[in-house]
């Protein structure tokens, strides 16, 4: 191998030296995740609804769609 080559590679594998220690370092922390509590129907519904805010002067008929998936989502309960 050339010296080039190596010179050329090793800004590479720094990167993928760093995405692997990253992926690696992640992975208790997924796990952790997991054990958090899920958001009830409310709380779901809730953030969707701001969502719908957020889109109602932008995009009004996909805000409704929104709203509507509120309801019936709410309705599972």
Known sequence: MSTATLTHSAPFLATLRELFA??????????????????????EADELRAMANDLMSSDPAFAQDLYAATDRHEGLE
């Not at 990253?22 to 709380?43: H, V």
Request: some cysteine; aromatic content about 10%; hydrophobic content about 35%.
């Open 22 to 43: 990253g992926w690696f370092q992640a992975q208790p922390m997924a796990r952790t995740a997991t054990a958090a509590r899920s958001p009830t129907c409310r709380e």
